[in-house]
T-cell receptor
């Protein structure tokens, strides 16, 4: 079965640079979520989209922005990178239309290292 | 806002049964989910409770009491591969909104 795809899997950037993370949800899933997870921490919800519209916003810094495109893939844009942005970034998708149960399927994550 | 509490660590032996509790305080509630995460891996969905009661999925069961703002994950016939972090997560007012993970419980299964 198709899973959530994230690219790149690893990314090394320097301070003040920009980064773009991509997420391709499971086909026919209409909701995408972005999370940030630091070492030994729980995943922190950043932002979600439903049918290409922002659904909810969590602890996403103003330096970050995201959008969901017409083909349902999503991109997380991160600017003015800081050392503290080094983390695992997960994308998850779910299908609101199929069931009330909110089951999120996570991608493998993008490991971002800011030097 | 939302806050969740879980024990930070639990240790058990192979074949045993372990229960991981989760209490939550939320301004709204839609459902309680449980996820498993191995080191370096992605969270994997285990179970969901939208209504009070017990949900059973193979060796894993999850329970919810909305009146007590409490739930638990029950793992039976523990195996070494169950060693991982387990997170409860709450959805707030509606589907896909105010989704918050708990701090996670690290389960170590000993031979």
């Amino acid at each position: 079965a198709a899973g959530v795809i994230q690219s790149p899997r690893h990314l090394i950037k320097e301070k003040r640079e920009t980064a773009t993370l991509k997420c391709y949800p499971i086909p026919r899933h209409d909701t995408v979520y972005w999370y940030q997870q630091g070492p030994g921490q729980d995943p922190q919800f950043l932002i979600s989209f439903y049918e290409k519209m922002q659904s909810d916003k969590g602890s996403i810094p103003d330096r970050f922005s995201a959008q969901q495109f017409s083909d349902y893939h999503s991109e997380l844009n991160m600017s003015s990178l800081e050392l503290g942005d080094s983390a695992l970034y997960f994308c998850a998708s779910s299908s609101r239309g199929l069931a009330a149960q909110e089951t999120q399927y996570f991608g493998p994550g993008t490991r971002l290292l800011v030097l | 806002g939302q806050s969740l509490e879980q024990p930070s660590e639990v240790t058990a032996v192979e074949g045993a049964i372990v229960q991981i509790n989760c209490t939550y305080q939320t301004s709204g509630f839609y459902g309680l989910s449980w996820y498993q995460q191995h080191d370096g891996g992605a969270p994997t969905f285990l179970s969901y409770n939208g209504l009070d009661g017990l949900e059973e999925t193979g060796r894993f069961s999850s329970f919810l009491s909305r009146s007590d703002s409490y739930g638990y994950l029950l793992l039976q016939e523990l195996q070494m591969k169950d060693s991982a972090s387990y997170f409860c997560a709450v959805s707030g007012h509606n589907y896909g909104q105010n989704f918050v993970f708990g701090p996670g419980t690290r389960l170590s299964v000993l031979p």
